[in-house]
């Protein structure tokens, strides 16, 4: 299974970067790494994807080493809203069927 | 139009009642899906729609029931439940079902089995 893990919580206070890093040891080669932000009581949003390198949008980064066994969601200047579970996904295949399990995630509490 | 649209937002339901949970979206999108979140939990895949086809089951209770009349709709049905099936419910849908797939979600449906 394309298990990932991350840290639990994390805290940062306002204007800080934040980077988050999630390992994904068995990720399938064709599969990208997708990272979704959720607050309470809602659904999860798409954040940023990425396959290899460094993707960056105009909420995040993401950084992929060469060998993807890992990613970093990196948030420049968080602010209070920032406060969320954070997950990061990969997918795993059942045939031509692709599963997509979220692990644990990481609340990140931004503090004034 | 990037929604996904769940109703109701909240239900309560005995255990003997039949309810029935509904997904839309209008993107065009072929794979849809049901995850069920408790609180504090990440959300659990339950169901898995391909092309209007049930891709993938992860050995849900038969008291749940998922449907498909269209592209546009999933259905979840709800029969006999128990307290612990109290979660929020959510879907999701994304284009396809290939390794770059974008989850979108609808804001769920806060379910309670009294």
């Known amino acids: 299974l394309a298990k990932t893990t991350q840290p639990i919580s994390m805290d940062s206070y306002e204007g800080q970067e934040v980077n988050i890093t999630c390992s994904h040891n068995n990720i399938a080669t064709n599969d990208y790494i997708t990272w979704y932000q959720q607050f309470p009581s809602q659904g999860p949003r798409f954040i940023i994807q990425g396959y290899k390198t460094k993707v960056t949008n105009e909420v995040a980064s993401l950084f992929i080493p060469a060998d993807r066994k890992s990613s970093t969601l990196s948030l420049p200047r968080v602010s209070l809203s920032d406060t969320a579970v954070y997950y990061c996904?990969?997918?795993?295949?059942?045939?031509?069927?692709?599963?997509?399990?979220f692990g644990s995630g990481t609340q990140l509490t931004v503090l004034p | 139009d990037t929604e996904v649209t769940q109703t109701p937002k909240h239900l309560v339901m005995g255990m003997t009642n039949k309810k029935s949970l509904k997904c839309e979206q209008h993107m065009g999108h072929r794979a849809m899906y049901w995850y069920k979140q408790k609180a504090k939990k990440p959300p659990e895949l339950m169901f898995v729609y391909s092309y209007e086809k049930l891709s993938i089951n992860e050995s849900v209770p038969s008291r749940f029931s998922p449907e498909c009349p269209n592209s546009s709709l999933l259905n979840l049905h709800l029969h006999a439940l128990q307290p612990e099936d109290s979660a929020l419910y959510l879907c999701?849908?994304?284009?396809?079902?290939?390794?770059?797939?974008?989850?979108?979600f609808g804001s769920g449906t806060q379910l309670s089995v009294l």
């Open positions: 999701a849908s994304s284009q396809g079902a290939g390794g770059n797939e974008k989850l979108f």
């Open positions: 996904l990969v997918g795993d295949w059942q045939g031509s069927a692709r599963q997509l399990t």
